[in-house]
Antibody, heavy 118, light 113 residues
Framework: QVQLQESGPGLVKPSETLSLTCTVS????????WSWIRQPPGKGLEWIGY???????DYNPSLKRRVTISVDTSRNQFSLKVTSVTAADTAVYYC????????????WGQGALVTVSS | DIVMTQSPDSLAVSLGERATINCKSS????????????LAWYQQKPGQPPKLLIY???TRQSGVPDRFSGSGSGTDFTLTISTLQAEDVAVYYC?????????FGQGTKLEIK
């Protein structure tokens, strides 16, 4: 069974860049689709974007200007960068897997809380 | 963007009774070429990630108890828990994967009465 684990700093200063990595175990990055989803404390879920195993991406327009998602198939990892963060970016960030584009999220990581504060 | 609206926001049901959660999409998520509804339901317990329960609106994920069922088509969908168990206390989300950006409902908090 596929397992996902998020890693990265839990505290980021305003205006800086949030960086997270998701490590995939129990399966290969190929040929699947890998997403980042976030959840502000006590609130609902927001899809940030995905990277396909080929490297192609799609982002939520609400964040597109500040987000980059990339994949490293040799390490079985994919990553998220969000630039120019503010307190509104404080959230639990989840990585998740889909069998393909336009498919539900089968597997999720446990989530990583990222707080934006000086 | 497709807006997903769930009702009610919260729900209290007695153990052993039926729980029903509704989800409405702002446009159809039925893809006519394959007659599939691109709609999923997730369960999220405190401190845990969401767990996929139902996909294609009515297909139960492997390992999900058969007291969970999904129905509906087009823009109106329902998640039903036939006989509520204590472990079903959670927040439930619907999600459309018909088009990006994928979007979720605001969530329905299910509690025991």
């Amino acid at each position: 069974q596929v397992q996902l684990q998020e890693s990265g700093p839990g505290l980021v200063k305003p205006s800086e860049t949030l960086s997270l990595t998701c490590t995939v175990s129990g399966g290969s990055i190929s040929p699947y689709c890998w997403s980042w989803i976030r959840q502000p404390p006590g609130k609902g879920l927001e899809w940030i974007g995905y990277v396909y195993h080929s490297g192609s991406t799609d982002y939520n327009p609400s964040l597109k200007r500040r987000v980059t998602i990339s994949v490293d198939t040799s390490r079985n990892q994919f990553s998220l960068k969000v630039t120019s963060v503010t307190a509104a970016d404080t959230a639990v960030y989840y990585c998740a897997n889909s069998r393909d584009v336009y498919n539900p999220f089968d597997y999720w990581g446990q989530g990583a809380l990222v707080t934006v504060s000086s | 963007d497709i807006v997903m609206t769930q009702s009610p926001d919260s729900l209290a049901v007695s153990l052993g009774e039926r729980a029903t959660i509704n989800c409405k999409s702002s446009q159809s998520v039925l893809y006519n070429s394959n007659n599939k509804n691109y709609l999923a339901w997730y369960q999220q317990k405190p401190g845990q990630p969401p767990k996929l329960l139902i996909y294609w609106a009515s297909t139960r994920q492997s390992g999900v108890p058969d007291r969970f069922s999904g129905s509906g088509s087009g823009t109106d969908f329902t998640l039903t828990i036939s006989t509520l168990q204590a472990e079903d206390v959670a927040v439930y989300y619907c999600q459309q994967y018909y088009s990006t950006p994928y979007t979720f409902g605001q969530g329905t908090k299910l509690e025991i009465k």
